[in-house]
C-alpha cells in the first residue's frame, strides 16, 4: 500500500489505487435500485457500505471513496426522499472517514454529475450550489481530498472544481467521455483535462464509462496534454472501437435482454477478467499515470490483481492464486496421480 501522507504526497511517492463501482456491486446484491441508482444502502443498510469499504481496502484500495455517488439534490427528489439529502450525505461521508482512519487509507469526499447541469445561468448556479453543499459536508467530515467524477460537461466539472478549489483540499476530477469522444460540450478528452488542470485541479483524467481498450488511448493524450497526475479508472467490460462505451455494448448471443441493451443489468458476458485489470494497470503505469483504480462492475478480485501488478501485497494477496496446489491441474507431489492423468477430460 502507498501509505505516507495526504494524497499529493502519495501521488508524488507512486500510484494511488482507488476502488469505485459500488453502484454497480450494491445493484447485484440487492441493496441499490437499477434506473434511480441512488444510493439509499447509506441509510438502510450502513454496515454493508463500510464492510464494502473494507474488502476493497482489504483487496489494495489506498482510498475510502465516500458512498455519495448519486446522492445529491436532484437524484433525492427524483425517489422523494429529498428531505433526507444531509443525513445520506454526512452520513456516507463518516463511514468512509471511519474505514479510513482505522486502516490508514485516504478519506475521499465525492461529487458527480448533478443531470441538471445546462449550458445557462440559471443551470451554473443551481449546480454551484448543489456542490457547494456537498463540499461543505465533506469539509466538516474531515476528508482528505475531493473527487469529481463522471462529468461529460467540462464547464460542469469546472463548477465541481471551483467548488472543491475553494474549500482548500486537494481535486481530483475524472470526466466520463461516451461514444462521442469529446466532452458534451465540444472538447477532446485531453483538451478538457487541460483546461481543467490550467483551473487549478490537482488530478485529472477519466473514469467509468469507457473499459480498458479504449480508454487508454484518450489516457495517452491526456498524459501528453497535462503536467500534472493523470486518473485512469475504466469501467471492467471489454468495449471496442465499434461499441467503446459500455452503453453502447451490444450482445447478439442474447434475444432475452430488456430493451435490447446489455447496460446497465446484462453486461456479464462482457466482463474483463483480472488479468486484464493487470494489463492496464502495467501499461497506465508505463504512462506515470498514477491514480488508478476501476469503476462500474469492478470486484475486490480487480483491485487486488491491480496492487498486484504494481508490485504489491495487499492481505488479500494471501489468497492470490496458487494452482500448484489445485487437485487436478496442480504440480505438488502429495497430490494424486490419477486426478492428474484425469486432467485431459475436464
Ligand atoms: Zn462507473
Given at each position: 500500500?502507498?501509505?505516507?501522507?495526504?494524497?499529493?504526497?502519495?501521488?508524488?511517492?507512486?500510484?494511488?489505487?482507488?476502488?469505485?463501482?459500488?453502484?454497480?456491486?450494491?445493484?447485484?446484491?440487492?441493496?441499490?435500485?437499477?434506473?434511480?441508482?441512488?444510493?439509499?444502502?447509506?441509510?438502510?443498510?450502513?454496515?454493508?457500505?463500510?464492510?464494502?469499504?473494507r474488502e476493497f481496502v482489504h483487496a489494495g484500495s489506498d482510498v475510502v471513496e465516500a458512498f455519495t455517488y448519486?446522492?445529491?439534490?436532484?437524484?433525492?427528489?427524483?425517489?422523494?426522499?429529498?428531505?433526507?439529502?444531509?443525513?445520506?450525505?454526512?452520513?456516507?461521508?463518516?463511514?468512509?472517514?471511519?474505514?479510513?482512519?482505522?486502516?490508514?487509507?485516504?478519506?475521499?469526499?465525492?461529487?458527480?454529475?448533478?443531470?441538471?447541469?445546462?449550458?445557462?445561468?440559471?443551470?451554473?448556479?443551481?449546480?454551484?450550489?448543489?456542490?457547494?453543499?456537498?463540499?461543505?459536508?465533506?469539509?466538516?467530515?474531515?476528508?482528505?481530498?475531493?473527487?469529481?467524477?463522471?462529468?461529460?460537461?467540462?464547464?460542469?466539472?469546472?463548477?465541481?472544481?471551483?467548488?472543491?478549489?475553494?474549500?482548500?483540499?486537494?481535486?481530483?476530477?475524472?470526466?466520463?467521455?461516451?461514444?462521442?469522444?469529446?466532452?458534451?460540450?465540444?472538447?477532446?478528452?485531453?483538451?478538457?483535462?487541460?483546461?481543467?488542470?490550467?483551473?487549478?485541479?490537482?488530478?485529472?483524467?477519466?473514469?467509468?464509462?469507457?473499459?480498458?481498450?479504449?480508454?487508454?488511448?484518450?489516457?495517452?493524450?491526456?498524459?501528453?496534454?497535462?503536467?500534472?497526475?493523470?486518473?485512469?479508472?475504466?469501467?471492467?467490460?471489454?468495449?471496442?472501437?465499434?461499441?467503446?462505451?459500455?452503453?453502447?455494448?451490444?450482445?447478439?448471443?442474447?434475444?432475452?435482454?430488456?430493451?435490447?441493451?446489455?447496460?446497465?443489468?446484462?453486461?456479464?458476458?462482457?466482463?474483463?477478467?483480472?488479468?486484464?485489470?493487470?494489463?492496464?494497470?502495467?501499461?497506465?503505469?508505463?504512462?506515470?499515470?498514477?491514480?488508478?483504480?476501476?469503476?462500474?462492475?469492478?470486484?475486490?478480485?480487480?483491485?487486488?490483481?491491480?496492487?498486484?501488478?504494481?508490485?504489491?501485497?495487499?492481505?488479500?494477496?494471501?489468497?492470490?492464486?496458487?494452482?500448484?496446489?489445485?487437485?487436478?491441474?496442480?504440480?505438488?507431489?502429495?497430490?494424486?496421480?490419477?486426478?492428474?492423468?484425469?486432467?485431459?477430460?475436464?
Amino acid at each position: 500500500m502507498n501509505t505516507q501522507g495526504g494524497l499529493l504526497e502519495r501521488l508524488a511517492n507512486g500510484p494511488v489505487i482507488c476502488a469505485e463501482g459500488y453502484l454497480f456491486e450494491f445493484e447485484r446484491r440487492g441493496y441499490l435500485q437499477a434506473g434511480p441508482y441512488v444510493p439509499e444502502i447509506v441509510l438502510e443498510h450502513p454496515e454493508m457500505v463500510a464492510g464494502l469499504h473494507r474488502e476493497f481496502v482489504h483487496a489494495g484500495s489506498d482510498v475510502v471513496e465516500a458512498f455519495t455517488y448519486y446522492a445529491h439534490r436532484e437524484k433525492l427528489r427524483l425517489i422523494g426522499r429529498e428531505n433526507e439529502l444531509e443525513r445520506i450525505n454526512r452520513d456516507a461521508l463518516e463511514i468512509a472517514a471511519t474505514v479510513a482512519r482505522e486502516t490508514g487509507t485516504l478519506a475521499a469526499g465525492n461529487l458527480s454529475n448533478t443531470n441538471v447541469f445546462a449550458p445557462d445561468d440559471e443551470s451554473r448556479r443551481l449546480v454551484r450550489s448543489m456542490f457547494d453543499e456537498q463540499v461543505q459536508w465533506i469539509v466538516d467530515a474531515g476528508m482528505d481530498f475531493v473527487v469529481a467524477e463522471t462529468l461529460s460537461y467540462v464547464e460542469e466539472a469546472e463548477l465541481a472544481l471551483a467548488s472543491i478549489t475553494e474549500s482548500g483540499l486537494p481535486a481530483v476530477i475524472t470526466l466520463a467521455i461516451h461514444r462521442d469522444p469529446h466532452t458534451r460540450d465540444g472538447f477532446t478528452a485531453a483538451q478538457a483535462c487541460a483546461r481543467l488542470a490550467d483551473a487549478g485541479a490537482d488530478v485529472v483524467g477519466l473514469n467509468c464509462i469507457r473499459g480498458p481498450q479504449t480508454m487508454m488511448p484518450m489516457i495517452r493524450e491526456i498524459r501528453d496534454a497535462v503536467d500534472c497526475h493523470v486518473a485512469a479508472l475504466p469501467v471492467p467490460y471489454r468495449t471496442t472501437d465499434a461499441e467503446p462505451s459500455f452503453q453502447a455494448l451490444t450482445d447478439p448471443g442474447c434475444d432475452c435482454l430488456p430493451d435490447d441493451r446489455p447496460f446497465p443489468t446484462a453486461l456479464d458476458p462482457f466482463l474483463c477478467n483480472r488479468y486484464e485489470i493487470a494489463e492496464f494497470t502495467r501499461e497506465a503505469t508505463l504512462l506515470d499515470v498514477r491514480y488508478l483504480g476501476v469503476c462500474c462492475g469492478a470486484g475486490p478480485h480487480m483491485i487486488r490483481s491491480m496492487a498486484e501488478a504494481l508490485g504489491r501485497t495487499p492481505p488479500a494477496s494471501r489468497y492470490s492464486p496458487d494452482m500448484s496446489r489445485h487437485a487436478y491441474l496442480g504440480s505438488d507431489p502429495s497430490l494424486k496421480a490419477h486426478n492428474q492423468a484425469y486432467v485431459r477430460e475436464l
